[in-house]
T-cell receptor, first 116, second 115 residues
Framework: AQKITQTQPGMFVQEKEAVTLDCTYDTSDPSYGLFWYKQPSSGEMIFLIYQGSYDQQNATEGRYSLNFQKARKSANLVISASQLGDSAMYFCAMSRLNTGFQKLVFGTGTRLLVSP | ETGVTQSPTHLIKTRGQQVTLRCSSQSGHNTVSWYQQALGQGPQFIFQYYREEENGRGNFPPRFSGLQFPNYSSELNVNALELDDSALYLC??????????????FGDGTRLSIL
């Protein structure tokens, strides 16, 4: 079974600073993908970044980067130069790959508040 | 590119009733997944539809059922509603179950309240 753990219920950061949101995972599958989603108060889950278990380099997408440490089973999200619009819930999720269907397993999320 | 759309946005039902939630997938996507998100929790996978058939299911009872239509849109049906069914129901579309390394794209969700 797969499991995602997000131990930070809430994080505070000042505008323009960087922030790291923690995510650890547990799986016995050799092939898996890790995803980060942002959920504003409107409810929509917005895809941010993806990391495959066999990817050699850490993923980056604009201000988002994923600090992937496979041996430690962690996939932390780093947001650089925080903006007020970054205030939202952030979810880490994982999925087995090459199974014929994609089921995302989510953590409980971290609420990020960006202050001016 | 048209995104994932869900209807209705809000719904109030009473225990024992039945409900149908609807989802139109993003253009170019042929796979639809449904998730239940209780307050303060992460989304939980209900099931996935591909080529009009259920392609995978989470730990939900049979009173949760679904359909997918030839245009790839989908319905989630819940019978005999219980208080614990109160949640945000999210629909997500993707480009096919073989593309499991591609992200699922979510709609805004339907918030269901059971009285």
């Amino acid at each position: 079974a797969q499991k995602i753990t997000q131990t930070q219920p809430g994080m505070f950061v000042q505008e323009k600073e960087a922030v790291t949101l923690d995510c650890t995972y547990d799986t016995s599958d050799p092939s898996y993908g890790l995803f980060w989603y942002k959920q504003p108060s409107s409810g929509e889950m917005i895809f941010l970044i993806y990391q495959g278990s066999y990817d050699q380099q850490n993923a980056t997408e604009g201000r988002y980067s994923l600090n992937f440490q496979k041996a430690r089973k962690s996939a932390n999200l780093v947001i650089s130069a925080s903006q007020l619009g970054d205030s939202a819930m952030y979810f880490c999720a994982m999925s087995r790959l090459n199974t014929g269907f994609q089921k995302l397993v989510f953590g409980t999320g971290t609420r990020l508040l960006v202050s001016p | 590119e048209t995104g994932v759309t869900q209807s209705p946005t809000h719904l109030i039902k009473t225990r024992g009733q039945q409900v149908t939630l609807r989802c139109s997938s993003q253009s170019g996507h042929n796979t639809v997944s449904w998730y239940q998100q209780a307050l303060g929790q992460g989304p939980q996978f209900i099931f996935q539809y591909y080529r009009e058939e259920e392609n995978g299911r989470g730990n939900f009872p049979p009173r949760f059922s679904g359909l997918q239509f030839p245009n790839y849109s989908s319905e989630l049906n819940v019978n005999a509603l219980e208080l614990d069914d109160s949640a945000l129901y999210l629909c997500a579309s993707s480009s096919g179950p073989e593309s499991s390394n591609q992200p699922q794209h979510f709609g805004d969700g339907t918030r269901l309240s059971i009285l």
